[in-house]
């Protein structure tokens, strides 16, 4: 079996991102899976069994490739397509895991009660890096108009808040800023709920949600939120939450300002209200 694919294949992929926010190897991959797909199809050769030699290779290009095409299988074979992404995400190659990350993302957000069943199993996966994909994923499915999702998505990120290791933490603080962003009221609540736990790592994550943008819109009520958080005494809870009060206090001044120098009044928060005023 040839480790690199030919050069003259295919077109037909799932839509992703291009131009500048793709790397140019990313662009290049996307673009010799495009030149595969049409040769195979031409050839009548199945796809699948193509993307998993790939998948299987030695050369990281060819791997890269295996991320870009084995979306175009997922209706031939979701279990094996996922599977496949799932080894992909733990790679040991930087740019293959963040490719395989992009495609089951993409895969999410096109085949939401498919994909979310299949990778349930992620969440406890022994890679960060394929809980890492999880989180992502999640985030990736979030859309405003699909408000069906909201519960399903809530439910599925739930046991990833109170992952210790930093690569699945910060894609979970950022989805949790997506799904505020596309579903304002059932987050905000979830987040309210995950509030009451004392794993510090939740509650680190519940305070990151409130440093995204979206939360600019809720501002009063997160205030409400983070003046909990900053009663916490444990090292990585009170810096999350004096970073997302100044982070939300930049894009909303008016609101958290004037709280926020109340709290140097009370002794318990006053160690987080000085750092966050450090940056307002």
């Known amino acids: ?15 992703g991102k291009s131009g500048g926010g793709r790397s140019g190897a990313a662009r290049r991959a996307q673009e010799e899976a495009r030149r595969l797909v ?7 050769s199945p796809i699948l069994q193509r993307a998993l030699d790939l998948a299987a290779s030695s050369a990281p290009e060819s791997r890269r490739v295996a991320c870009e095409l084995l ?14 992404l799932a080894e992909l995400a733990a790679d040991h190659e930087s740019p293959v895991r963040a490719a ?3 495609a089951c993302a993409r895969l999410a957000g096109d085949h939401f009660e498919r994909v979310l069943a299949e990778i349930l199993a992620w969440r406890d996966h022994a890679s960060p890096h394929v809980r890492r994909a999880a989180a ?4 990736r499915a979030a859309e405003p108009h699909r408000l069906e999702r909201a519960p399903h998505l809530l439910r599925f990120i739930a046991p990833l808040l109170g992952d210790s290791d930093p690569v699945v933490r910060r894609a979970v603080g950022s989805s949790l800023g ?13 987040l309210i709920g995950w509030s009451t736990s004392s794993d510090p790592n939740v509650l680190r994550n519940v305070a990151a949600a409130f440093a995204a943008e979206p939360a600019a819109g809720l501002a009063k009520r997160a ?9 916490d005494e444990r090292h990585a809870v009170w810096r999350a939450t004096a ?25 318990a928060r006053a160690k987080v209200a000085r750092e966050a005023l450090r940056y307002l």
């Open 1 to 15: 079996r040839r480790d690199m694919p030919p050069s003259n294949t295919s077109k037909r992929l799932p839509a």
């Open 38 to 44: 049409r040769q195979l199809e031409e050839a009548g």
């Open 71 to 84: 979306p175009t299988t997922f209706d031939e074979d979701p279990p094996s397509a996922l599977a496949a």
């Open 100 to 102: 395989a990350a992009a």
């Open 136 to 139: 992502l994923a999640c985030g």
């Open 178 to 190: 997506t799904l505020l962003g596309a579903y304002p009221e059932p987050a905000f609540e979830a």
């Open 223 to 231: 205030l409400i939120v983070l003046r909990k958080l900053a009663l």
């Open 243 to 267: 970073t997302a009060t100044w982070q939300l206090g930049r894009r909303r001044p008016d609101v958290v300002r004037p709280e926020v120098e109340r709290w140097l009044e009370d002794e």
